[in-house]
């Protein structure tokens, strides 16, 4: 019992959670809007470098942190699938079949007219632009740090920093994707996505699935902007 209590609220397993629930702890409280998740950002950005530092921690034990090589390749790695991931979340929505069925509730046509709070017309270009880099370089990464580094190992096994980063479980894989897919309204893309990265951070870790997202992100913040697709958001 003590080790169950210690995988989740042990220090680097409270870091590891804070900031994601930080994040969606807000998501009720504030509104929904571009003011709204600015706040969001910001609360999670300090609750992310709080936690930091104790991700960082060695353990007691002195264990040695598994280490992927190969850094350089796992980031290209990484925004390769992350270019790919942004494609395959964008492409299929132009389909109505697609929209009927593969999206939660409200799903217009991206190719039409969307009235949205984040426009820069409504909120102005400060808050717009707070929105992409904040959903990229912010949001990007604490899902991944929840959700990969955590939550996949977590599932493996109660000592989940002792769990292999390179380890594949079918069973903590499909969780892991599922419960991701969850937090969006796109489930298949997300399924698909928690599956991309997934992979990526199994075969060259926490960096370059991490990047796979934040690529994903941007992408898809700045075609949002350049093209006006603000039904994404």
């Not at 600015?38 to 598994?66: K, Q």
């Not at 808050?127 to 880099?133: A, N, S």
Request: net charge positive; glycine share 8%; hydrophobic share 55%.
């Amino acid at each position: 019992m003590r080790r169950l209590v210690d995988s989740i609220l042990g220090e680097r397993a409270l870091a590891a959670i804070a900031p994601f629930a930080v994040w969606m702890a807000l998501m009720p409280l504030l509104p929904a809007t571009a003011a709204g998740y600015a706040i969001r950002t910001f609360a999670t950005l300090a609750a992310l470098c709080v936690a930091v530092p104790f991700l960082r921690r060695r353990d007691g034990d002195g264990a040695p942190r598994e280490r992927h090589e190969g850094l350089a390749a796992g980031l290209a790695v990484g925004a390769v699938v992350g270019v790919a991931v942004a494609v395959a979340w964008i492409a299929p929505e132009y389909s109505a079949a697609y929209r009927k069925w593969f999206v939660v509730g409200a799903a217009p046509n991206p190719a039409e007219p969307y009235a949205s709070e984040y426009a820069p017309g409504k909120c102005g270009w400060t808050l717009t632009v707070i929105r992409v880099i904040g959903s990229a370089f912010v949001i990007a990464p604490v899902e991944e740090l929840f959700f990969r580094s955590y939550l996949y190992r977590r599932l493996i096994g109660v000592e989940w920093r002792d769990e292999s980063l390179r380890r594949f479980d079918l069973e903590a894989f499909a969780w892991m994707c599922a419960l991701f897919a969850l937090e969006h309204n796109r489930p298949l893309a997300a399924v698909m996505a928690g599956a991309a990265y997934g992979w990526t951070f199994i075969r060259f870790g926490f960096a370059s699935a991490a990047t796979a997202h934040i690529v994903t992100n941007l992408l898809l913040g700045i075609y949002v902007v350049v093209f006006d697709a603000w039904v994404f958001w």
